[in-house]
């Protein structure tokens, strides 16, 4: 079992940052691929970025790819989303998420624990 918390949303301005972070419960973190997913209203919820469980491999949608970074520590058991060049179209629920490694990145299916999720809001 594992549980996510995650924090680090807020409101912020286009072009603006933030750094949403997924702390998570239990020894076994190191074993799980992490992903951060988004929704927003009215849509469905789409991946975002994801990360290996030891860091070496990452994925990004299209849409964040080289504004967004995904890490992890694993010492600290915490996987980071740095949001970088913030748009209004990225303004959504960010929830992280933790699946077992060699099965897709992308679908929400996947993943088996998943956290609250935290706002963020961009404003133009």
């Known amino acids: 079992q594992v549980q996510l918390v995650e924090s680090g949303g807020g409101l912020v301005q286009a072009g603006g940052s933030l750094r949403l972070s997924c702390a998570a419960s239990?020894?076994?973190?190191?074993?799980?691929?992490m992903g951060w997913f988004r929704q927003a209203p009215g849509k469905e919820r789409e991946f975002v970025a994801g990360i290996s469980g030891r860091g070496g491999s990452t994925y990004y949608a299209d849409s964040v790819q080289g504004r967004f970074t995904i890490s992890r520590d694993n010492a600290k058991n915490t996987v980071y989303l740095q949001m970088n060049s913030l748009k209004p179209e990225d303004t959504a629920v960010y929830y992280c998420?933790?699946?077992?490694?060699?099965?897709?990145?992308?679908?929400?299916?996947?993943?088996?624990?998943w956290g609250q999720g935290t706002q963020v809001t961009v404003s133009s």
């Open positions: 998420a933790a699946k077992d490694p060699g099965s897709s990145w992308y679908g929400t299916q996947q993943y088996t624990y």
């Open positions: 239990g020894r076994t973190f190191g074993s799980y691929t």
